[in-house]
Every structure is written in C-alpha cells, then in structure tokens.
Nanobody, 125 residues
Framework: QVQLEESGGGLVQAGRSLRLSCAASGRTFSTYVVGWFRQAPGKEREFVASVSRRGSSTYYRDSVKGRFTISRDNAKNMVYLQMNSLEPEDTAVYYC??????????????????WGQGTQVTVSS
C-alpha cells in the first residue's frame, strides 16, 4: 500500500512558476506508475501528467505541454510537477496518484489505486 502527500501549492500570478511535490510512503514506490490530476471548481477531475516506473517516459495533456514537467526520484520516493508559465485556467486542486498495475500512457484514472488529498493551486490574472 502507498500513501501520498502533496505539497507546494499556493497563489501565484499568471506567468509565474510553482513546483508541486508528492511524497510517497512504501518500499516499492518504484514499481508504481504515478500521475498528476487536477480538478477545477464545477468541473470533472482531469489528467495532467504521468511518469513511468523508472521515469523514462512521461505524458502530458495538450494544454500543459511545454509548460509542465513531471519527474520522479525513486531513491527519495518523490514525484514532482514543475509548472511554468502558469495561466488562470490552471487553477485547480492538484492530486497525485499512484498505481501498481497499468501504464503511464493510459491518461484515464484506471491505472491509479492510491490518491493524495490534493493541494490547491490558484493563478491570478
């Protein structure tokens, strides 16, 4: 079992950057696919980015490509989401998720069994 805790959210102006962190418990973290999802008020939760078990493959939703970068450090049981050139449309609660079975290329929620509590990101115009 894996427990996830996000941090790094906050209020920023458009065009600025934030780095979200996801700390995971468990000795087998490197065997989990990890993804970031977000949910804006009144909207469904949506895929943002994912990273394969060894960090060799990454995937992004189109609207964040070129602005966001997902990475992981398995030695530290950490996953990061570097968010640059933030836009008001990026405002949402961001969730880290992990799954033991499945592939990072699957941008649905199917691969993910464990979820963090979320961290709020607010981007002002």
């Amino acid at each position: 079992q894996v427990q996830l805790e996000e941090s790094g959210g906050g209020l920023v102006q458009a065009g600025r950057s934030l780095r979200l962190s996801c700390a995971a418990s468990g000795r087998t973290f490197s065997t989990y696919v990890v993804g970031w999802f977000r949910q804006a008020p009144g909207k469904e939760r949506e895929f943002v980015a994912s990273v394969s078990r060894r960090g060799s493959s990454t995937y992004y939703r189109d609207s964040v490509k070129g602005r966001f970068t997902i990475s992981r450090d398995n030695a530290k049981n950490m996953v990061y989401l570097q968010m640059n050139s933030l836009e008001p449309e990026d405002t949402a609660v961001y969730y880290c998720a992990a799954g033991a079975i499945g592939s990072a290329w699957d941008t649905s929620e199917r691969p993910y069994d464990y979820w963090g509590q979320g961290t709020q990101v607010t981007v002002s115009s």
